[in-house]
């Protein structure tokens, strides 16, 4: 029962995250924090910890943000839920990607560097995990989180690979999951942008941005809604309500 009860908590959690209600989505952490303590199986852990990453990073505090992927995967060591893991990895990948164009915005080198090898560590992680798999497994999300993994870290290039975006993109779309398929739309549309192809990435971010305005959280309406004005779609960034 309590297992079940922390599995709704953090669902709750995570809608308040996505509509952009931090003070909701942080009380709720506190709330599944507490009831975690009752809980012994440790994929519940990991995505506590999961949870606690994306409210950090959603909140810029890409330290706690990182502690927590660190901590949700230790939960994992021996586990067969391969799933976790690789959301973890996946979470952990955007957060660092996140946190080196901060690090870029302020040339902080020697950040940039720490940054670096933490992302080193977590794609390995996920490609050690993804070997775990096999062939003809029957765990579409875990490979669909894993293809994200390549793509975050591609952040962390030097040069926009659009093609990894691409096949999150179809990954996710595959699945009927709207939400993640809208986060890497906008995510393909920035890549096409950076690698200098605009007419592709208004098309690409046209149908993401306007998923994004019908149905999908704050967070990604105002992602998408910066991109597209940056590609001037729309005429001002939209405000998250």
């Not at 497994?137 to 990894?164: I, K, M, Q, W």
């Amino acid at each position: 029962m309590a297992s079940r009860v922390l599995g709704l908590q953090l669902l709750r959690g995570r809608l308040y995250l996505a509509r952009g209600q931090v003070d909701a989505a942080r009380t709720q952490s506190e709330i599944a924090a507490g009831m975690a303590r009752h809980v012994t199986e440790p994929w519940l852990h990991g995505s506590l910890q999961q949870y606690l990453a994306e409210l950090a990073a959603y909140q810029g505090d890409y330290a706690a943000a990182r502690s927590a992927i660190a901590k949700g995967l230790r939960h994992q060591t021996g586990s067969e839920e391969i799933l976790i893991a690789m959301w973890l990895c996946n979470t952990g990948l955007r957060t660092e990607a996140d946190a080196a164009q901060r690090a870029n915005d302020r040339r902080a080198a020697s950040e940039l560097a720490e940054i670096r090898a933490t992302a080193d560590q977590l794609l390995l992680h996920a490609r050690q995990r993804l070997v775990e798999l096999g062939h003809g497994t029957n765990l579409p999300d875990a490979r669909a989180y894993a293809v994200g993994c390549e793509a975050e870290f591609s952040r962390l290039e030097p040069h926009a690979e659009p093609e990894r975006w691409a096949q999150v993109v179809a990954a996710w779309d595959g699945l009927g999951r709207p939400y993640e398929a809208a986060y890497a739309r906008w995510r393909y549309a920035e890549a096409l942008l950076t690698a200098k192809a605009p007419r592709a990435a208004a098309d690409v971010l046209r149908g993401a941005h306007q998923a994004a305005m019908r149905k999908l959280g704050a967070a990604n309406r105002a992602e998408a809604a910066a991109v597209a004005h940056r590609l001037r779609l729309v005429s001002e960034p939209s405000q998250a309500s």
